[in-house]
């Protein structure tokens, strides 16, 4: 499981998959979670506008992130 720190109160899932190298720029969120199963907190999420808040888990296919 990778930690990914942030220094404000949440980010979005957006900004996630870019931090991580997932998506190359914001506007391929919406179709990569179309085509993707992500998982915040064991619940299945295609907002990309999702806010992520600290101690939240992350599962994109097999990397797993939580938020600190």
Known sequence: M???KINTDYITLQQLLKME???SSGGEAKYYLLEH???VN???EQRR????YLSD???IEEKEFVIE
């Open 21 to 23: 190298n997932i998506i």
């Open 57 to 59: 888990q992350i599962r």
């Open 37 to 39: 199963e992500v998982y």
């Open 42 to 44: 064991n619940e299945l």
């Open 49 to 52: 506008g999702k806010k992520l």
């Open 2 to 4: 990778k930690t990914v």
